[in-house]
């Protein structure tokens, strides 16, 4: 038998058009979205399939889109392989993803998962809004030497490791002039390739606060279960079933780097021989092959 996880991406993974086929061809999706639209008072669906982009790619928009265009593409898959979720041993998200993962294996409703990617993106980007603050993501260059860059870029100002994706893949996160800086700096150095994200700001910093606060008091409101299987944390990387350790980390989260490397080692560790990246976007599916190039990796589109 095989031992599936289930993957969620996380915010970027937006696109105007996303979810209008699925959600025409499948009850169960359009279901998904009208109940989002309730909990969220605007029409989400609307939104996701017609834009504009700049509102879709609103941090306080974009979360709850993922997190129900994700849920809807898992329909998609119960419909046309209802077995898929048989040999399903673990699952994991990035970043937001990690709510759509909990969402999935049961620890969390759908209408409290709504309220709560809401919550947490309407923190996430007033917290943005306080202080000029970006990502980029650094291409061809291992962690020490990113590592070692951000050091030498980061002056007086705030510059993290935010994510650290797969090998020669990895994000910095920070104020606007050590970004700048940080950029400078890879060009000086020989070319080393840079991209800037399209985020609102300094997602896994502590440019983050209070957001983690306000999460923390979004998460005081909802039931956590424990989950069907395994939920792997971004913060640590290693599984979780205790909701009072999911409700930790989701706080943490905030301000923590994302360890999706190694989340995915863990995986492949724990045995894991087949892989459904299930949502909008392919960019799980390129980290997951760069840990293990011959891996079983499947997307379900929304």
């Not at 021989?273 to 599916?285: H, N, S």
Request: charged share 20%; hydrophobic share 50%; glycine share 8%.
């Amino acid at each position: 038998m095989p031992r599936t996880a289930f993957l969620f991406p996380g915010q970027g993974a937006q696109t105007v058009g996303m979810a209008a086929a699925l959600c025409q061809a499948l009850p169960a999706a359009n279901d998904l979205f009208a109940r989002a639209s309730a909990v969220l008072g605007y029409d989400l669906l609307a939104v996701c399939t017609g834009g504009p982009a700049d509102r879709l790619n609103a941090t306080d928009v974009s979360q709850p889109a993922i997190f129900v265009a994700s849920l809807a593409a898992l329909e998609q898959l119960k419909a046309t392989e209802p077995d898929a979720a048989t040999d399903v041993f673990a699952t994991a998200g990035l970043s937001l993803g990690e709510y759509t993962a909990l969402a999935f294996a049961g620890a969390l409703s759908f209408e409290d998962g709504v309220k709560l990617v809401q919550a947490r993106g309407r923190a996430m980007q007033a917290a943005a809004e306080a202080a000029p603050s970006g990502m980029a993501s650094v291409l061809g260059l291992e962690v020490p030497d990113v590592e070692a860059l951000v050091i030498e870029a980061r002056g007086t100002d705030v510059l993290e490791v935010a994510n650290l994706l797969c090998p020669g893949n990895t994000a910095v996160s920070g104020s606007m002039a050590a970004i700048e800086r940080f950029e400078q700096l890879c060009a000086q150095k020989g070319g080393i390739r840079t991209v800037r994200l399209a985020v609102a700001g300094a997602f896994h910093t502590k440019l983050m606060r209070p957001a983690d606060e306000a999460l923390a008091a979004a998460l005081a409101t909802v039931e956590l279960k424990a989950p069907t299987v395994p939920v792997w944390s971004n913060v640590d990387a290693k599984p979780h079933t205790d909701p009072g350790e999911i409700r930790a980390l989701l706080v943490k989260q905030i301000l923590s780097p994302v360890r999706w490397e190694d989340t995915l080692r863990g995986l492949f560790a724990e045995s894991a021989d087949r892989f459904y990246e299930i949502g909008p976007g392919r960019v799980l599916a390129g980290t997951v092959k760069r840990v293990q190039r011959k891996a079983d990796i499947r997307n379900v589109q929304a």
